[in-house]
């Protein structure tokens, strides 16, 4: 799979296993920038960042508003936020409505980021126990993006995979493993 500028992640209920997993498979050199929702409750700290950042082999931060998007460095959005990508390529936050009940929300992720990047992006959607990510998903696809949803029978949570999958049918379709190993397998775009 070439020509991928960037990979946006969503995952909720049994999400932090799923990205520890999925993630791990990377190598050190990965160079293509990744962006995650994890739905986070609103009203404390989270640690999303610093968990992701002792386990794995890349630069994980929480993202910040108006910052530029590096190669090879994962972007986790914060609590009470919705994290979108601008069509510069740097990121932006903002309180508005909460989507399927969450803030940061997998859709505005998804969404702004399909059209930022179009047929650059994949979309990857994990565990969840809501439907958000469905829409987001699909249109991903739409712009020309590729999809991968988490095998939802292998899903510690099924419902977001389902809901994805009733939507529109994803180039792929892989356990854990097999989706860290999609990952693993793809190459920056030169520049």
């Given at each position: 799979?070439?020509?991928?500028?960037?990979?946006?992640?969503?995952?909720?209920?049994?999400?932090?296993?799923?990205?520890?997993t999925?993630?791990?498979?990377?190598?050190?050199?990965?160079?293509?920038?990744?962006?995650?929702v994890?739905h986070?409750?609103?009203?404390r700290?989270?640690?999303?960042a610093?968990?992701?950042?002792?386990?794995?082999?890349?630069p994980?931060?929480?993202?910040?508003d108006?910052?530029?998007?590096?190669?090879?460095?994962?972007?986790?959005?914060?609590?009470?936020?919705?994290?979108?990508?601008?069509?510069?390529?740097?990121?932006?936050?903002?309180?508005?409505?909460?989507?399927?009940?969450?803030?940061?929300?997998?859709?505005?992720?998804?969404e702004?980021?399909?059209?930022?990047?179009?047929?650059?992006?994949?979309?990857?959607?994990?565990?969840?126990?809501?439907?958000?990510?469905?829409?987001?998903?699909?249109?991903?696809?739409?712009?020309?993006?590729?999809?991968?949803?988490?095998?939802?029978?292998?899903?510690?949570?099924?419902?977001?995979?389902?809901?994805?999958?009733?939507?529109?049918?994803?180039?792929?379709i892989?356990?854990?493993?097999?989706?860290?190993?999609?990952?693993?397998?793809?190459?920056?775009p030169?520049c």
């Open positions: 799979m070439n020509g991928v500028q960037a990979i946006a992640l969503g995952a909720s209920a049994g999400g932090v296993t799923a990205l520890l999925v993630l791990h498979a990377l190598p050190p050199a990965f160079r293509i920038p990744m962006l995650c994890l986070l409750p609103d009203d700290h989270s640690h999303l610093e968990v992701l950042g002792r386990r794995l082999k890349c994980v931060h929480e993202a910040r108006k910052e530029d998007i590096a190669p090879g460095t994962l972007y986790v959005a914060g609590p009470g936020y919705h994290l979108s990508v601008e069509r510069d390529h740097s990121l932006s936050l903002s309180q508005e409505e909460r989507v399927h009940f969450s803030r940061p929300s997998i859709d505005v992720l998804f702004s980021a399909a059209d930022a990047y179009g047929p650059g992006l994949l979309g990857v959607l994990l565990t969840g126990a809501n439907e958000d990510g469905a829409h987001g998903l699909a249109r991903i696809k739409q712009q020309g993006g590729r999809t991968v949803v988490q095998d939802p029978s292998q899903a510690q949570a099924s419902t977001m995979p389902r809901a994805a999958l009733a939507l529109h049918q994803p180039d792929y892989l356990p854990l493993n097999g989706i860290g190993q999609l990952l693993a397998s793809l190459e920056a030169e």
